[in-house]
């Protein structure tokens, strides 16, 4: 079946850098789209970042521009979320999510808190 399953999140201070992991299996990894999205309290989950199956492209909101990186190994089936410069506004539940023409699948969220 399918699974995407997110790792590393936790607690962090203002300023720190965490790294997420996603690993994804029963479905064909290489040929799909990649997301993290993130869910604050009482807000809507927002894309945060996008990569492409090979790699090549990415995106990312403009709230974290210049300090998330999104990267891949297809090798490994895995996606990563590098989160530096943390601030307070980055705490929220994140989410993994492939995506392979029209059918999406979703990870159970990591929970990141940003705090003193």
């Known amino acids: 079946q399918v699974q995407l399953v997110e790792s590393g999140g936790g607690l962090v201070q203002p300023g720190g850098s965490l790294r997420l992991s996603c690993a994804a299996s029963g479905f064909t990894f290489s040929s799909s789209h990649m997301y993290w999205y993130r869910q604050a309290p009482e807000k809507e989950r927002e894309l945060v970042a996008h990569?492409?199956?090979?790699?090549?492209?990415?995106y990312y909101a403009d709230s974290v521009k210049g300090r998330f990186i999104i990267s891949r190994d297809n090798a490994k089936n895995t996606v990563y979320l590098q989160m530096n410069s943390l601030k307070s506004e980055d705490t929220a539940v994140y989410y993994c999510?492939?995506?392979?023409?029209?059918?999406?699948?979703w990870g159970q969220g990591t929970q990141v808190t940003v705090s003193s």
């Open positions: 999510k492939g995506r392979r023409f029209d059918v999406e699948y």
């Open positions: 990569i492409t199956s090979t790699g090549i492209t990415t």
